[in-house]
Nanobody
């Protein structure tokens, strides 16, 4: 079992930055693909970014490319999402997910609110 705890969310003005953290416990996530997802009010959860087990390959959705950066430190069992140039449409609950083969774990989410 992997437990994931997100932190770093909050209220920020448009154009500002936040850094989300996802701390894992229970077992090492060094073999896991890690991802960030978000869910805005009244909308379905959507993919934001993912990073492979070594951190050598990342992918993000077009709407955040050039603004958000996903990174990880397997020694710290932690994944981050650096979010710059935030927009009101980035407002959502952000979730961290760990995936390996058929196993997938989710955190409880952290709220990000961007005011205009």
């Amino acid at each position: 079992q992997v437990q994931l705890v997100e932190s770093g969310g909050g209220l920020v003005q448009a154009g500002g930055s936040l850094r989300l953290s996802c701390a894992a416990s229970g077992r090492s996530i060094s073999s896991y693909t890690m991802g960030w997802f978000r869910q805005a009010p009244g909308k379905e959860r959507e993919f934001v970014a993912r990073i492979n087990w070594s951190g050598s390959v990342t992918y993000s959705v077009d709407s955040v490319k050039g603004r958000f950066t996903i990174s990880r430190d397997n020694a710290k069992n932690t994944v981050w999402l650096q979010m710059n140039s935030l927009k009101p449409e980035d407002t959502a609950v952000y979730y961290c997910a760990a995936t390996w083969n058929s196993s997938q774990y989710w955190g409880q989410g952290t709220q990000v609110t961007v005011s205009s």
